[in-house]
């Protein structure tokens, strides 16, 4: 083996040295140099985790704020605003909903028409990361179980018969003078023909004094052969020609006769009400 000379030894074989001889010594002393070179590199390791958690928080925070996009909603027969809130959880509820569709509601929030499309506004955050996957998964469940129930209940509304109103019943008039006139005006307000009770009543007592089959044989028009007829003395030709569709072709019945002399009144003198003499 050749010999050394005198030159130095390089110091890491020194420090190699260094490090067994402590070895040596115990196991115990070698623990503050690793765990001095250890530590000098933990802060610069820290700083970095501490930013890659803030950058997943921020991300976090940022997609649970996040909003779900406007939805349509198409109105069925039963639904309600209270119920529609509830289905969509709509932040404010009924009102809330109310106040962004009041244009197509109308003024009764009470009073929604099925066919009618609500825009339901935005929904709750969105779920974190974690729990967004259980979300996905259960919202088309959710989606269908709603959609059954929508059909379903459409289905028994349309299913269920529609009473049709009842039929409001016939008016009924008495048979003497106030259920004439009465039964006249009902029968004039039909056909436009102007005229009032009083006025009616009127003419009435001057020409027959309330007999419907009052006539006159002795003026011009019975010495013609066409005498005055009835409760307002009607002669034929014109009771002919002012007869008003729906009632008797007899001159002589009392709701014919009154309401074909108020058609002439009318025509003539603008109403029955400007009658105060012969006519």
């Known amino acids: 083996m050749p010999a050394q000379g005198k030159h130095r030894r390089p110091k890491s074989v020194s420090l190699s040295r260094g490090i067994a001889a402590v070895t040596t010594g115990g196991a115990v002393l070698a623990l503050p140099v690793l765990g001095a070179t250890t530590a000098s590199a933990a802060p610069a390791h820290s700083v970095a985790a501490e930013k890659a958690v803030a950058s997943v928080s921020v991300t976090a925070q940022v997609n649970s704020v996040t909003k779900a996009a406007p939805a349509k909603h198409s109105v069925v027969s039963g639904e309600t605003l209270s119920k529609i809130a509830r289905e969509y959880s709509v932040s404010g509820g009924w009102k809330k909903l109310y106040e962004g569709n009041r244009k197509a509601v109308g003024e009764n929030p009470n009073l929604i028409h099925p066919g009618i499309t609500l825009t339901i506004g935005a929904k709750a955050a969105a779920p974190s990361d974690a729990k967004a996957g259980k979300a996905a998964k259960a919202a088309p469940a959710a989606e269908r179980t709603a959609t059954a129930e929508r059909a379903d209940r459409s289905e028994r509304t349309t299913a269920a018969p529609v009473a049709a109103p009842a039929a409001a019943a016939p008016a009924t008039y008495t048979n003497d003078l106030d259920g ?76 014919a006769n009154i309401t074909a002399a108020c058609n002439y009144a009318a025509d003539r003198y603008g109403s029955i009400d400007n009658v105060f003499g012969a006519y």
């Open 180 to 255: 004439w006139i009465k039964e006249s005006l009902a029968v004039m307000a039909q056909h436009g023909i102007p005229g009032s009770y009083e006025g009616i009543h009127r003419n009435i007592i001057r020409e027959s004094s309330g007999n419907p089959n009052a006539i006159n044989n002795w003026d011009s028009n019975a010495v013609k052969g066409t005498p005055s007829k009835g409760l307002l003395q009607v002669i034929d030709p014109t009771f002919q020609a002012y007869h008003v569709p729906g009632t008797s072709t007899d001159s002589y019945d009392p709701v």
